[in-house]
């Protein structure tokens, strides 16, 4: 297997892509890929750099199938790729083995010591380790568990966040977490389960919010050589350095994008984001604001007060002169355009870096010289890597351009001497790696983790095609919008002879299939099965331009329904498609899309759906995200026309053959809407079958669940299209 396509950096910036290195040498592929390699392959996630950027800290998680549950570690590697490869001077090594979880590794200041998140003592905490190896200590014991450790500047102090009871959140740290935990041990011990809500967003996801707020503390820590220290730390109390009814940090992750706090260079001041401060309305307002917190005096100031839309990822530049972080400007609307803002902390004065730029920023990070900042940005169907350059005058601006354009690429971090880039990678037929890219070379894979089994694998390419979908609105121009689609053959694919297909619909609905790596719905996979796949981005799909993503809310079945039909017809038209032989999958937005097709198309032998919108009205009334519902379709007693797209006003069209996935613990697209649709098609009598996981959520996440998922879904497919 080979992945080959270098880049080069000239002229100051990066003008080029890279695509993976060659991974195996010249090893001959020897078969397709097999339902357990989805558990054999490792994960790959959260890469690191060192402060002096020499070695790159990440997590790697493996599937524990007999345990039913994936473990995690964390490795460090030499950042040099050239030493990187599995040679002795820079062979990857594992710093912690613990049997349980630990991850969310974050390097001290002076590159000594790394602090990380662990569920080794039973609830989450924070741990640290010594970088160059050693046995990890506990550093906090909180009652409420802690996660997302961070290093202070200065290193004296590391912050974590912790889900506590508000009420007592102002009081001194001992009192607070001895009635946290008297609060916590009596809901465990008691034989009432009853829960008491008085506001919405009391469950998220898959769990219950039992009135706790996620508050951010602060806990001083200082070298000490002497015995029974923390690693050769000691931690002194922890403190509270958000007390109060509120969040800290987003309740929702459709507003998050890594650590939603930051300390200011100095380490005097700690930025965050927060949610609406009214909690009955946050759960229909998408208003969350920047606040920074004065660590000596706990005085707390929103400085993004006049935006009442969405703002997030605070992140100070490392000289101290500026605060950057991304904003959206529509309130109540989740999938709006992200803008790139930078606050001038002297004067307050706010710039938005990415105006005329018609992607929605993610990821933020900054250079090392605090005159740009690297974001990441789906384009088309890809996952980007840009950099805005500032340039200082009457108005802070900046020149903005791709660095890295192909496949799916996250969490960019520069050297300390800007001379390298390095980011997470990941594609249709590879899972994620680490990568490095210097000036004036090539980009380098330096983790490869998963080597040896894929140089076993023979991969499947992705085709990236674009068909004429539904016209835009009020665009006055004859003809039809692009609608990007890729497409994978299966293994020993022969044009000659004509092939079942499986039509996907991706989630969101504002979302994309990018040219990434899943292990929840892998394409590699789905294809070795035989089949044609094909990952169509119509109408609502994020990467194509704001009004592409926005013409999707309150034309579910419009628009995105033409685009679909589009891609469908053109994958009729090859020779190498059976289209007798063609199954439809999807999963949330993807599952609604299944039940409009069952209601609008006679083209399928079968359907997948999982997870899937049947109802408007009954999704309205029991999903926890208010604010999606209410932006896509408005409220049922207010707007006349809200059910104009829902499913289960066509029932009596249904006649395809589907499998319904739902799970008990999924809160955002609740079990009703699969039980409704069962109850329905088994009454009329169409073929179909329920399948349901009582400990999942949204998601198939645990091991022995997956794989009973996959299994039922192959052998569906398999029954329609063999």
């Keep these: 297997m080979k992945f ?8 100051g910036a990066l003008l080029g892509v890279a695509a993976f290195v060659c991974v195996v040498g010249a090893q001959p592929a020897k078969r397709a890929m097999e339902l357990e390699d989805i558990f054999r392959l490792k994960r790959v996630s959260e890469p690191q750099l060192s402060p002096d950027g020499k070695r790159v800290a990440y997590t790697v998680a493996e599937v524990l199938k007999d345990e039913n549950r994936t473990n995690a570690d964390i490795w460090i590697v030499n950042a040099d790729p050239s030493t990187g490869s599995g040679q002795a001077a820079g062979a990857p090594r594992q710093l912690t083995n613990s049997p349980k979880r630990d991850a969310h590794p974050r390097w001290s200041p002076d590159g000594k010591w790394i602090a990380f998140e662990s569920t080794r ?21 909180i009652a409420t568990g802690a996660a997302q450790a961070n290093w202070a500047p200065d290193g004296k102090s590391v912050a974590f966040v912790s889900a506590v009871f508000p009420e007592f959140s102002e009081r001194p740290f001992k009192e607070s977490d001895r009635l946290n935990k008297e609060r916590l041990d009596a809901q465990e011990k008691s034989k009432v389960k009853a829960r008491l809500f008085d506001a919405l967003l ?10 706790k707020r996620q508050h951010i503390f602060v806990v001083p820590v200082a070298d000490a050589a002497a015995a029974g220290g923390f690693g050769g730390l000691t931690a002194g109390e922890p403190r509270d350095v958000t007390p109060g009814p509120n969040d800290a940090i987003p309740t929702s992750d459709t507003f998050t994008e890594g650590d939603e706090y930051a300390f200011s260079p100095d380490a005097k001041e700690l930025a965050f984001t927060a949610p609406h401060h009214v909690l009955r309305e946050q759960a229909w307002r998408t208003n969350h604001d920047i606040w920074v917190v004065d660590l ?51 004067t307050g004065k706010i710039s938005n870096l990415t105006e005329s730029l018609d992607q929605s920023i993610d990821a933020i990070a900054w250079g090392p010289r605090s005159d740009g900042l690297a974001f990441t940005t789906q384009v088309k169907g890809t996952a980007q890597i840009w950099v805005a350059k500032l340039e200082e005058g009457a108005a802070l601006t900046a020149k903005t351009r791709a660095i890295v354009t192909e496949h799916a ?36 894979m330096i983790t490869h983790t998963n080597d040896e089994l894929l140089g076993m694998i023979s991969p499947v390419k992705a085709e990236s095609v674009t068909v004429v979908g539904a016209p835009s609105t009020g665009s006055g121009q004859a003809g039809g919008t692009p609608v990007q689609m890729w497409i994978l053959k299966p293994p020993g694919f022969d044009a000659s002879k004509k092939h079942p297909l499986v039509f996907w619909v991706h989630g969101g609905p504002q979302s994309a299939f990018l040219d990434s790596w899943s292990t929840r719905w892998n394409a590699q996979l789905w294809a070795a099965q035989g089949y044609v796949i094909a990952l169509p981005n119509p109408r609502g799909s994020t990467g194509f331009g704001q009004k ?18 589009a891609c469908l017809a053109h994958l009729e038209k090859q020779p190498w498609i059976d289209p007798t032989r063609m199954a439809a999958a999807g999963a949330s937005f993807g599952g609604y899309m299944m039940n409009w097709f069952n209601a609008h198309l006679d083209k399928f032998r079968c359907i997948v759906n999982h997870d899937g919108v049947y109802n408007f009205d009954s999704m309205y009334g029991t999903t926890e995200e208010v604010w999606f519902d209410e932006w896509d379709h408005g409220q049922p007693w207010a707007n006349p026309e809200f059910n104009k797209f829902s499913p289960h006003r066509f029932a009596a069209n249904f006649k395809t053959p589907t499998l319904i996935i739902h799970n008990d613990l999924d809160f955002r697209v609740p079990t009703s809407e699969g039980i409704m649709l069962f109850t329905m098609l088994q009454r009329r009598g169409i073929p179909s079958k329920l399948l349901m996981f009582p400990d999942e959520g949204h998601w198939v996440l645990k091991p022995g669940n997956s794989e009973r998922w996959h299994q039922e879904v192959f052998a569906w497919l398999k029954a329609y299209l063999k």
């Excluded at 640290?128 to 046995?135: F, P, W």
């Excluded at 592409?548 to 039909?565: A, N, P, Q």
């Design 202 to 211: 009391y469950r998220h996801w898959d769990g219950w919010v039992e009135g």
């Design 296 to 346: 000596a005096t706990g005085a707390k100031r929103n400085v993004t007060a006049d935006n009442p839309a969405a703002d997030g990822q605070p992140r100070y530049s490392p000289d101290g002169k500026y605060l950057a972080y991304r904003a959206q400007r529509r309130a109540g609307f989740e999938a709006d355009r992200w803008e790139l803002r930078v606050l001038e902390r002297a």
């Design 4 to 11: 080959c396509s270098p880049i080069r950096w000239s002229g």
């Design 121 to 141: 003592s039973g609830d989450s905490q924070i741990w640290v380790i010594a970088a160059d190896g050693g046995e990890a200590r506990q550093l906090t014991t």
């Design 548 to 565: 592409f993503c926005d013409e999707i809310s309150g034309d579910w079945g419009g628009k995105v329904y033409e685009d679909l039909l």
């Design 409 to 444: 690429n996250s969490d960019p971090a520069f050297a300390p001497d800007d001379q390298s880039v390095f980011f997470l990678r990941a594609a249709l037929n590879h899972p994620a790696e680490v990568m490095c890219m210097k000036r004036g070379e090539g980009a380098q």
